[in-house]
């Protein structure tokens, strides 16, 4: 019974720090224009965006009806260093290329999306 009360306390150890430092499940890079890029929240405010990368994807809406939408990719910026460089990107209406870490955990507090942004080119 001891020994089970261990690996419990010692999974919740783990899981809890995982939780806390975040853990990268991927990371990639995806080129296309800024389209939006706001700081979001009440509480816990975040830098949320949008780049278009261009064509067509298929998507099923709420009737279950097969639809052509853009090819969008949906980020959040944590790093007060990489606001600057995604704005300059929107303001400018150049292509980008944003190097992201897709977390394992679910978006908390301050980030909406799975994918951060680590950096811009």
């Given amino acids: 019974m001891a020994n089970i009360k261990r690996k419990a306390i010692l999974a919740g150890v783990m899981i809890l720090g995982l939780a806390l430092t975040g853990c990268t499940y991927s990371d990639g890079s995806r080129a296309g224009v800024v389209s939006k890029f706001s700081h979001k929240g009440f509480i816990c405010k975040s ?14 809406d709420q009737s279950n009806i097969n639809s ?18 995604v704005q300059a990107k929107l303001d400018s209406g150049e292509r980008a290329v944003l190097h992201y870490n897709q977390e394992i955990l679910p978006p908390f507090c301050n980030r909406r999306t799975a994918y951060v942004i680590k950096d811009v080119k």
């Fill in 47 to 60: 830098w949320e965006g949008e780049l278009v990368m261009g064509g067509m994807r298929n998507q099923l």
């Fill in 68 to 85: 052509s939408v853009p090819n969008v990719f949906q980020f959040s910026v944590t790093d007060s260093k990489i606001v600057p460089l």
